[in-house]
């Protein structure tokens, strides 16, 4: 009795695998294999776009500090001469074109940038790109930041598209359709306070993506403009020698953009040639990412309807947000 | 055999999971081809820009060519646009933004202030314009 149950335990250790076992545990291994390898590289993109909702993130709670510290949001752009009259542009005092985002610095632990800024600009006499009156721009406008970089945007930290200053790909939200609607967040000398937003911080955008890589798709041809989007600057608005169409005496585009309720500045496309420096778009495949005014951070698809998005970036038009 | 029939079972069920994985398009649902020609007083218009905005809010766009032909193009890069009625704006393709006093040659009941609606209908759909 007890050599036969060691006869039987002996013949079953021994016992192999059937070929029926093998093919399945090698279809299982292909799927497994199948599942991880195209997974690889949108599991990259994943962290890319975790570390850029990270970048908004400490933006916005850098704007919730300036705002707790000097009891207003920060204006878009600083400008003594927001109607571009000529008599201060000649002198160029003061039209110093400075942005949120630069403004902003000492709450993102840049304070020491902050500080070479104001001495580089001799205490923000002076435009940015033009050093005491000349046409030299301060050195510091050329430091990249990695806060307002997107890892996904290969673009990179200098902005080629415009002078090598350092890129932005977090715009301010400035609102809808053109730079005179100003019921965003920022514009020219704006100065937003949190109970201005009567729509809700959770239901306002405050910073929004823009890429500076990606192709507008429903353009034809790109012979005399560029039709890509081309981010923004941190450091603050171009210089501009005239006023043409909606830039009085600086290019308020580099820092802000404008939104739904028309078909020129959708997510990721537009209706117009020129629709691409305005709008938002970005490199994370389907959509992009935004900060609402309560410092959260959200992906937004670009299917969402022009009606939800025009709503979300106006602070006071009453409202009431579907969801997106 | 307890052990293959429960192996095979499993892979079954995963082989199941991972086609519902990748079936996802990205390919707008709801959506139908729209093409046609667009003409201004009789002769074809090119370099304008036709947009469907759909009820529920989507756009799509579409320029025309040389000979006033244009296919329209929703997000994600489908090709059409919602099906339903749309409204038709139709407006010059400008390379800058307009300046201020810019009036578009094309009459704004066409463009801003449009009332020009079409229904988009499952399947392939020709709209010709005549400004």
Redesign the interface.
């Given at each position: 009795m007890v050599s036969r149950l060691v006869f039987v335990r002996k013949s079953n250790l021994r016992r192999g695998f059937?070929l029926?076992?093998l093919l399945?545990?090698i279809?299982?291994i292909g799927?497994?294999v199948?599942?991880l390898l195209?997974a690889v590289q949108a599991a990259r993109e994943a962290a890319r776009r975790m570390s850029c909702s990270n970048n908004l993130k400490q933006i916005a709670l850098g704007l919730h500090n300036y705002h707790d510290t000097h009891r207003v949001f920060p204006p878009g752009y600083l400008d003594s001469d927001p109607n571009y009259a000529a008599v201060s542009q000649g002198l160029l005092q003061n039209v110093n074109g400075l942005a949120w985002s630069a403004l902003m610095l000492p709450f993102i632990e840049q304070a020491p940038l902050y500080d070479q800024l104001g001495a580089e600009t001799q205490q923000y006499a002076f435009h940015w790109e033009r050093v005491a009156g000349g046409t030299a721009a301060v050195p510091t406008a050329r430091v990249a930041i990695n806060t307002y970089n997107c890892p996904s945007d290969t673009l990179g930290p200098l902005n080629s598209k415009r002078s090598n200053f350092g890129t932005n790909n977090y715009l301010g939200n400035s609102g809808n359709a053109a730079a005179i609607d100003r019921n965003g967040i920022f514009w020219v000398n704006s100065r937003v306070l949190m109970r201005d937003i009567t729509d809700g911080t959770s239901n306002t955008a405050m910073v929004v993506e823009r890429s500076g890589t990606r192709r507008n798709?429903?353009?034809?041809t790109c012979a005399?403009?560029a039709c890509d989007w081309n981010a923004g600057l941190w450091i603050g608005a171009r210089y501009r020698g005239d006023s043409?169409?909606?830039h009085p005496g600086v290019e308020s585009t580099d820092i802000d953009s404008y939104g739904g309720g028309n078909?020129t500045y959708?997510i990721?496309?537009s209706?117009?040639?020129?629709g691409n420096s305005?709008g938002n778009s970005s490199n994370h495949p389907?959509g992009l990412q935004w900060a609402l005014c309560d410092a959260s951070v959200r992906f937004v698809s670009?299917?969402i309807?022009?009606?939800?998005?025009r709503d979300v970036r106006r602070r006071n038009d009453g409202n009431v947000v579907a969801e997106y | 055999m307890h052990k293959v029939s429960l192996l095979v079972l499993f892979s079954l069920a995963s082989i199941v999971c991972v086609t519902g994985c990748f079936s996802s398009s990205t390919e707008l649902p709801n959506t139908a081809k729209v093409n046609g020609t667009v003409t201004v007083a009789g002769s074809p218009a090119r370099n304008l820009s036709i947009t469907f905005e759909s009820e529920g809010g989507q756009a799509a766009f579409g320029v025309t060519d040389d000979s006033g032909n244009y296919e329209l193009t929703a997000a994600a890069g489908t090709k059409g646009a919602e099906i339903g009625v749309n409204t038709v704006r139709i407006e010059t393709m400008l390379d800058a933004p307009a300046p201020a006093g810019y009036k578009d040659p094309i009459p704004a009941k066409y463009n801003k202030e449009s009332t020009l609606k079409v229904t988009v209908e499952a399947g392939e759909n020709t709209h010709n314009f005549d400004l």
């Open positions: 059937t029926v076992e399945v545990v279809a299982i799927v497994m199948g599942l195209p798709p429903n353009v034809p005399t403009v043409v169409g909606w078909a959708l990721n496309r209706n117009q040639t020129w305005w389907g670009e299917t309807d022009m009606i939800t998005y | -």
